[in-house]
């Protein structure tokens, strides 16, 4: 009875209505101020991943294999400055044409793989970058896992840390497989056609040509002008679509280059 009546006394008391309102003001202040603390912590670990995956990619990285590259770079290594502009340009505009402005790995290509592989239900997509191949070529294996893929996009960091955009280009188009056992760009421009980056004017790759070796990295015994004409064509013809697109080529020089590789089909036919 005496507690009842002291809660009843306490009703109308200025000070206990002044506590109940304060109560929500502490809980809204107190949920802010985690909800700011969640904030900071998610740009915290997204600004530092980089540097932690170049940190990891560091210690995935083969030393030798590496070293090897530059020591081929001095010798037998073919230079961006030997290439026609083109024939880069090609292997850029169909596997990585965000190379330029990405520093390892293209978040936008990687989310679409990722729905991609999500919709089909196995891994159909794999959103690599250069980068990210030329990790996979010199230091990991063919194998489609996680842990794979996040050893390739934090050593992709770590290689961009050392490297310009143009040496790793370089790398990456002197070691990629072409198929028939070639490795690199000189030995797949021979195989394939007989020519010699650094030739003479009258035996430079081709737009077409070129075109034609920009498709391989994709599935290079699948499209191998030398197994499967027809398919090779094809994939030249969507190499050559997305130069148009990126403003790299005219719509007049797709059609040349198609027009002239489809003239040695003949000599494709005998090399089998």
């Given at each position: 009875m005496n507690q009842l009546s002291v809660s009843a006394t306490h009703e109308n008391d200025p000070l206990f209505t002044i506590k109940n309102v304060d109560r929500p003001k502490r809980k809204n202040a107190s949920w802010k101020k985690r909800l700011w603390a969640t904030v900071i912590l998610i740009f915290v670990c997204v600004f530092s991943l980089p540097s932690m995956l170049a940190f990891a990619g560091n210690a995935w990285i083969d030393q030798k294999k590496l070293q090897q590259v530059e020591k081929a770079a001095s010798g037998s290594y073919v230079t961006l400055d030997e290439m026609p502009d083109y024939l880069?340009?090609?292997?850029?505009?169909?596997?990585?044409?965000?190379?330029?402005?990405?520093?390892?790995?293209?978040?936008?290509?990687?989310?679409?793989?990722?729905w991609a592989d999500v919709q089909?239900?196995?891994?159909?997509?794999?959103?690599?970058?250069?980068?990210?191949?030329?990790?996979?070529?010199?230091?990991?294996?063919?194998?489609?896992?996680?842990?794979?893929?996040?050893?390739?996009?934090?050593?992709?960091?770590?290689?961009?840390?050392?490297?310009?955009?143009?040496?790793?280009?370089?790398?990456?188009?002197?070691?990629?497989?072409?198929?028939?056992?070639?490795?690199?760009?000189?030995?797949?421009?021979?195989?394939?056609?007989?020519?010699?980056?650094?030739?003479?004017?009258?035996?430079?790759?081709?737009?077409?040509?070129?075109?034609?070796?920009?498709?391989?990295?994709?599935?290079?015994?699948?499209?191998?002008?030398?197994?499967?004409?027809?398919?090779?064509k094809e994939r030249q013809a969507v190499v050559l679509g997305r130069m148009v697109e990126q403003g790299l080529i005219t719509e007049e020089q797709k059609q040349v280059a198609q027009e002239e590789v489809a003239s040695k089909k003949k000599s494709f036919a005998r090399a089998i």
């Open positions: 880069w340009q090609s292997f850029v505009a169909i596997e990585d044409h965000r190379y330029w402005k990405h520093h390892g790995v293209d978040y936008i290509a990687f989310a679409r793989a990722i089909a239900g196995s891994y159909v997509q794999g959103g690599s970058t250069i980068t990210m191949q030329l990790a996979r070529n010199l230091f990991l294996t063919q194998d489609k896992t996680i842990l794979r893929k996040a050893k390739e996009i934090a050593i992709a960091y770590q290689l961009e840390q050392r490297y310009s955009k143009k040496e790793l280009l370089e790398m990456y188009l002197n070691v990629i497989y072409f198929g028939h056992g070639q490795y690199g760009i000189e030995s797949a421009s021979q195989l394939y056609f007989g020519k010699r980056m650094n030739g003479a004017d009258s035996n430079v790759i081709s737009l077409g040509e070129s075109a034609i070796l920009a498709s391989l990295p994709k599935a290079p015994e699948a499209y191998s002008p030398l197994k499967h004409w027809e398919k090779a």
